[in-house]
């Protein structure tokens, strides 16, 4: 299998520490021109249509630190299925193809969801006493907006990637308490 065949999957959040995909190899990796925010309103897994959390998404500029998974031919498409389910709920998640550098030097392509910018849900650019509002308030399915991020941030700390912005965020939504 030549590097142009392999196939690769970019995590920046919670595919990091549960991927939930068979894969064969995984190394830390850099994605450029793309970074980490609470940029995308959850109104299933962390809120409600009439009271939004926020979640992860990729957002343009920067850099992002995260994880590549490398997975076999065989399981590509069953892969690619699994995460469009876990991943597309509501198409706020572009798809794409995009270069990571992997720590060992290497560059590949790998699979990767952008925040889209032109989606209702799409949250980009708040202050972070906005963005703090809407985390304290969300609380859906799968729990809290706010231990979401306190989960997220904990995992990237434990992996040695840290990410200031959020830990100031988290300590701004900390302020301000639970809504009534």
């Known amino acids: 299998m030549t590097q142009n065949d392999e196939f690769w999957v970019f995590a920046y959040g919670s595919l990091m520490w549960r991927p939930g995909f068979a894969h064969i190899e995984t190394r830390p990796a850099l994605l450029e021109g793309y970074h980490r925010a609470m940029c995308v309103l ?4 962390r809120g409600t249509p009439e ?4 979640v992860l998404g990729l957002e343009e500029g920067g850099r992002c630190h995260g994880r590549a998974f490398r ?3 065989d399981d590509r498409e069953t892969v690619i299925a699994y995460l469009r389910a876990r991943e597309l709920i509501s198409n706020v998640y572009l798809e794409r193809m995009l270069p990571v550098g992997l720590d060992d030097g290497r560059r590949v392509e790998a699979y990767v969801f952008i925040a889209d910018c032109a989606h209702v849900q799409y949250r980009g650019g708040l202050e972070d006493a906005d963005a703090a509002r809407i985390i304290a308030q969300g609380q859906g399915s799968g729990g809290s907006a706010r231990d979401y991020l306190a989960n997220s941030l904990a995992h990237l700390d434990g992996l040695g990637i840290p990410d200031p912005a959020l830990a100031r965020l988290l300590a701004t939504v900390d302020r301000l308490g639970r809504p009534a």
Do not use: A, E, K, Q
């Open 42 to 45: 959850s109104i299933h897994y």
């Open 71 to 73: 997975v076999t031919d």
């Open 51 to 54: 009271r939004p959390g926020l």
